[in-house]
């Protein structure tokens, strides 16, 4: 019965897509948690390499990457609590904003070139490209990180929502909302390779979305 259920969602979203218009051929129809969803595939043209210990100086401008980088990096130090409130979607109070930077400083503390030696020291990420995923519950960016500098280097995979035109981290409140955000990380990236793999699915350059 699940599986024709699902059977039913797929062509309904397929339909809803086509009833909007001739597919592009970096978009594709998705149903996650039962949900009906459009992606657009994006990846990078040239690698966008992200360290995870920067300065105050050197922040990027992309609302994307700064919204990216506050959950792989110690960023969150060079902000003020108004910068970070900004990038979280709801309002943070001071001891959880303080929580956050702690989390994210002793992550990445061992990632320096000053470091002691460890798997970590000098430790950067590549963003190799990003998924924009929308359905009736908003906007998200469903972005791909490889490590480097790592002896195991391996694919890390996380999201962003829009809220009201801005890029936030986080996201979905509560367990469905949740749950919907970790099928999207791991439905989405698998689809786009099994579309890949046949050439049915191109990609538009990802620096068209960190401007």
């Known amino acids: 019965m699940k599986s024709i259920t699902l059977a039913c969602l797929s062509c309904l979203a397929l339909l809803t897509f086509q009833a909007l218009g001739e597919p592009s051929k970096n978009e ?3 149903v996650i948690e039962g949900v009906p969803c459009s992606v657009k595939a994006y990846k990078a043209t040239a ?19 700064i919204a ?14 108004e910068e970070l ?7 943070l109070d001071k001891e959880v904003a303080d929580q956050h930077r702690s ?21 950067k990420y590549v963003l190799e ?6 359905s009736e519950k908003g906007k998200f960016l469903v972005y791909q990180l490889s490590t480097l500098g790592m002896k195991d280097s391996h694919m890390l995979s996380g999201s962003i929502k829009n809220v ?16 919907f955000q ?19 699915i191109e990609t538009l350059p990802l620096e068209d979305l960190l401007k």
């Open 28 to 30: 594709f129809p998705i």
């Open 47 to 65: 690698p966008i390499v992200l360290e995870p210990l920067v300065n105050k100086d050197s922040l990027s401008k992309s609302q994307i990457i």
């Open 68 to 81: 990216v980088m506050l959950t792989n990096s110690d960023i969150s130090s060079y902000m003020s609590d």
């Open 85 to 91: 409130f900004k990038f979280t979607g709801a309002k």
């Open 103 to 123: 989390r994210m400083k002793k992550m990445y503390e061992m990632t320096g070139p000053t470091a002691a030696d460890n798997p970590w020291k000098g430790m």
């Open 129 to 134: 490209g990003g998924f924009v995923v929308e």
């Open 164 to 179: 009201a035109g801005k890029w936030m981290f986080g996201g979905e409140h509560g367990e469905d909302g949740q749950k």
């Open 182 to 200: 970790g099928s999207m990380v791991k439905l989405v990236p698998a689809e786009f390779a099994k579309l890949h793999q046949v050439s049915s």
